[in-house]
């Protein structure tokens, strides 16, 4: 039996916590921030892990074989890369870095030394996504037709002077933060988008980011996905809807302010009119964080390519560059 994994988090801010509390007990050995205080105060409740601000020390430490890097956008490629260059396994949060060029340059090393590298989007382990994939992956719906997605925030006062509205820390706005989350899901479910169409807006906050995109996302078969994402919100929502040409699948919510979470499927019936329809709720507490994390665990594990992994963070940041370089809004290039 393989020895357990030693973990490692990089950022530990709110995601790093929800990381860090999904973890096997005592697999924590170091948690690592700019932020001494906010090391120390993770580490306090792991026995035996460390806190620390340095990096450097984390990979140089041949007991650490799995990282969790959990910064901001800037700091994501960077910290990851030199994890892979030290042969470590990494899961790193979406969207991995700031542009896909950053996320190239860790598959190369990660190619280099055997790296794992799993991208954290993790609303691909929510119970009503999974419901969704199990109904896919059934044929229920029968050959696909299109997608639609909406998801979306309010905002808070002060929004357009955190650092989400900055994108050399961020590398965009509203796009690059949650529209990511559904080009990915869209991908799940359609495969790839060699026609990427759409629009990216500032229509309410003082920032030099996007708060509202609109694409329209096309698969070589003609399948398309149709995709807004907001923080004009007001009120938070999350929807996504599969259509197949013998049903429907529609998922609502994420718990939380999202609200309650549910798969509803659709049934075509022979004689059309009114489908049959199932209801499937999920009103416990988010399971996402540790289902990942189990998932992650497996890839290394049984030597597998993570999926979501750095193939699909390069496209998914691809069709975030071509939506912002086609309205005029700045990619940030930096290298890793």
């Known amino acids: 039996m393989a020895a357990p ?37 993770l580490a306090q409740g792991h026995p035996g892990c460390q806190a620390v601000t340095e990096w450097a020390t984390v990979v140089a430490d041949p007991a650490i074989n799995a990282c969790i890097v959990a910064t901001l956008n800037g700091a994501l490629a960077p910290l990851t890369l030199a994890a892979a260059r030290a ?3 990494v899961l790193v949060e979406k969207p991995g870095g700031l542009n896909a060029a950053q996320l190239r340059a860790v598959q190369s090393a990660a190619a280099a030394t ?61 796009l690059i933060d949650q529209g990511v989350h559904l080009i990915d899901l869209a991908g799940w479910f359609l495969g790839e988008f060699p026609t990427v169409e759409g629009h990216a807006a500032t229509y309410f906050w003082d920032m030099p ?37 013998d049903g429907k699948v529609a998922i609502d919510g994420l718990g939380g302010s999202y609200g309650p979470e549910r798969c509803t499927y659709y049934k075509m019936l022979p004689q059309m009119g009114p489908p049959e329809t199932s209801v499937w709720e999920y009103p416990a507490g988010d399971t996402s964080w540790a289902l990942e994390l189990a998932a992650f665990a497996d890839d290394i594990r049984l030597d597998r390519e993570p999926a979501p992994g750095l193939r699909e963070g390069i496209r998914t940041l691809e069709i975030v560059e071509s939506l912002y370089r086609r309205c005029g809004y700045p990619v940030n290039d930096a290298a890793v």
């Open 114 to 174: 055997g790296a794992k590298v799993r991208l954290g989007y993790s609303h691909r382990f929510h119970p009503a996504l999974q419901k969704a994939r199990e109904i896919f992956e059934s044929g229920a719906l029968g050959p696909m037709m299109f997608l639609r997605g909406r998801y979306g925030h309010g905002g808070r006062k002060g929004y357009d002077r955190e650092w989400r509205a900055d994108p050399r820390l961020s590398g965009g706005g509203e």
């Open 87 to 89: 042969g470590k396994h």
């Open 209 to 245: 980011v996007d708060d509202n995109a609109f694409l329209s996302l096309r698969t070589a078969g003609g399948q398309t996905a149709w995709l807004h994402v907001s923080c004009t919100e007001w009120k938070n929502l999350f929807s996504l809807e599969l259509y197949g040409r």
């Open 5 to 41: 994994l030693q973990y490692a988090i990089a950022g530990c801010g709110l995601i790093g916590r929800k990381r860090a509390a999904a973890l096997p007990a005592g697999s924590l050995r170091y948690a690592c921030d700019l932020d001494a205080t906010r090391a120390a105060t």
